[in-house]
């Protein structure tokens, strides 16, 4: 008798439980990214009927997409320029710029949030939407997106040629190559002293090569927009000691005007400002450098030459930088979102640099700076993500010789 009791016992603990364990397998977690960037939900996505349903409003905002919401109805409407798509909970067909369209699962309202058929929401916005079982992973990768790319050209061996990297060809040879992808080059061959003069050739390896109106030509001949780079550090105080000498300021200004009609901008590469010191000696190293730049700016502006900034992030180690009034005067800044330690560069501290900048200097001014030696052709896909993402200018990489053939093709289905 007690061997039957417990053998009773034994069965009904695992009616109980079996359905638990199975209801906890249906349930399991599924991870959304959208171009490599984890999405977060207060109500996450479920399967239904063998389709997943995601929830729409919150990777529809991710993605940049209107959405409105008539809650008499029940009918939710997405916006993105000329695209419209309308659904109505419950209803399996809906409409896409009004033509309708048959939904494999109706959309549902769980938790008071709408979500759709995964499958419908990549066809409708053109996304390419990837589903990994295994892992139980929902991988979205938004369409190709108009934005500014620019192309950091310095010195390099024969492995690591800027010239060979953006034509595709050997010097003198030119083709069309990479320059599909690349709208703007950044010509690393300036320096500058303390005094405010300009150098071709610096200690730091920034120097322009003998044959430096070739590369004018050909980036011509492409149709690309070229701006002079001026790179200098502050290791040895030379930035210090310039902008706080008005002589000197003044001298590298004219300087730079000079020699800036050659280009189509001028970019600023001054690193290493405000490491250390009191708050009062940042306040005042921040001022410094904004008046020089304003004062450069002033005169640029009397040839209508454009300024750029290339910048130590705002959550850097480096605090003399004013973002704000930077952010008024420059025509874009480059923020230089690496450099943190890890490689491929924390996804969580390159969207910090780029939130904080985006505190104080807007979308339209702001570009993400790559740098290829810290990433793979994967995650240079997520930070450009992240630029698309938060609507910036664009990106610029760091450097052309280093960007390997799948970084270029990579590029070519994120952006257009």
């Not at 034509?167 to 069309?176: A, D, G, K, L, V």
């Not at 280009?263 to 708050?279: I, Q, R, T």
């Not at 959550?315 to 005067?329: E, M, V, W």
Request: aromatic fraction near 10%; glycine fraction near 6%; include cysteine.
């Amino acid at each position: 008798m007690k061997k039957y009791v417990i053998l009773t016992i034994t069965l009904f603990t695992m009616l109980i439980f079996v359905p638990t364990v199975f209801a906890l397998e249906q349930s399991e977690e599924i991870t959304v990214t959208i171009d490599g960037l984890k999405e977060n939900f207060d109500v996450p996505p479920i399967i239904k009927n063998g389709r997943t349903l995601v929830p729409f409003r919150a990777l529809a905002e991710s993605l940049n997409i209107k959405v409105e919401w008539d809650d008499e109805k029940q009918i939710i409407t997405a916006t993105k320029e000329n695209h419209v798509v309308q659904l109505q909970i419950g209803n399996t067909q809906a409409f896409i710029n009004q033509i309708p369209t048959e939904l494999d699962v109706p959309p549902v309202i769980l938790n008071g949030r709408t979500l759709v058929p995964l499958r419908f929401f990549g066809e409708a916005f053109s996304c390419i939407v990837n589903w990994d079982n295994e892992a139980r992973k929902i991988s979205i990768f938004s369409p190709p997106k108009e934005m500014n790319v620019i192309g950091f050209y310095a010195l390099g061996d024969r492995n690591t040629s800027s010239w060979t990297n953006l034509f595709q060809e050997n010097y003198p040879e030119t083709s069309t190559g990479n320059t599909d992808v690349v709208k703007e080059v950044a010509l690393g061959w300036y320096s500058i002293d303390k005094e405010g003069n300009l150098l071709t050739k610096s200690s730091t390896g920034w120097q322009r090569p003998s044959s430096w109106e070739d590369v004018l030509v050909a980036t011509r001949k492409y149709g690309l927009e070229t701006e002079m780079v001026i790179h200098v550090t502050n290791s040895d105080a030379t930035i210090s000691e310039l902008i706080s000498n008005e002589k000197a300021i003044n001298n590298a200004v004219n300087n730079i005007f000079q020699e800036a009609k050659l280009y189509g901008g001028v970019n600023l590469d001054f690193e290493g400002l405000g490491l250390k010191g009191s708050l009062e000696y940042l306040a005042s190293v921040r001022n410094q450098f904004t008046n020089f730049v304003q004062i450069l700016n002033s005169k640029l502006k009397q040839e209508d030459i454009n300024l750029t900034l290339t910048l130590h992030a705002p959550n850097s180690a480096y605090k003399g930088y004013d973002y704000q009034a930077l952010g008024r005067i420059a025509d874009k800044i480059i923020i230089m979102a690496y450099d943190y330690g890890p490689k491929p560069e924390p996804i969580h501290l390159v969207r910090q640099a780029v939130e904080r900048s985006l505190d104080f200097v807007p979308a339209e001014k702001l570009v993400l700076g790559i740098s290829l030696p810290s990433e793979t052709a994967e995650s240079v896909l997520t930070k450009v993500g992240l630029a698309k993402r938060y609507n910036l200018q664009g990106i610029a990489l760091w450097r052309l010789g280093l960007i390997t053939e799948d970084v270029w093709n990579g590029l070519r289905t994120s952006i257009k």
